[in-house]
């Protein structure tokens, strides 16, 4: 309601970023994360065999600034057994982010204006300020 931003979120999985085995994902030739990420995940796979490669995109806020963002999260398993999560940290102040509950969520920090009028549409996750 304050500067017109609108911002839409991704959450769950896509077409292109979801759950598979590790092997399978680094056999691909489109690669879909952040490349410091995708060399953790070669080391990963030259180490272990049989890993399980979890994705899809979640949302962050960061506790510091309080400003949401949409990130692909990648998790690693051996068996049931979590070897690797990605981090993120905040563009602006370099805080680790914070995975949130979208849902419950009623307002936040506008990226464009920076003041905490960043609210949820209904019934979508849908926000504008």
């Not at 899809?56 to 506790?63: E, H, L, N, T």
């Amino acid at each position: 309601m304050h500067c017109g931003f609108e911002e839409n979120f991704n959450e769950g999985h896509g077409f292109l970023v979801h759950s598979q085995p590790l092997n399978q994902y680094l056999k691909q030739s489109q690669k879909l994360f952040h490349y410091k990420t995708h060399q953790v995940l070669k080391k990963l796979a030259a180490t272990e065999n049989e890993l399980y490669l979890k994705s899809g995109f979640q949302i962050y806020k960061c506790p510091k600034c309080k400003t949401l963002y949409d990130k692909k999260e990648v998790v690693v398993y051996n068996d049931e057994t979590p070897v690797y999560r990605s981090e993120f940290r905040c563009g602006s102040c370099r805080t680790r982010l914070k995975l949130t509950n979208i849902h419950r969520l009623k307002k936040a920090v506008c990226p464009k204006c920076g003041k905490r009028t960043f609210q949820k549409e209904q019934p979508n996750t849908f926000f504008q300020d």
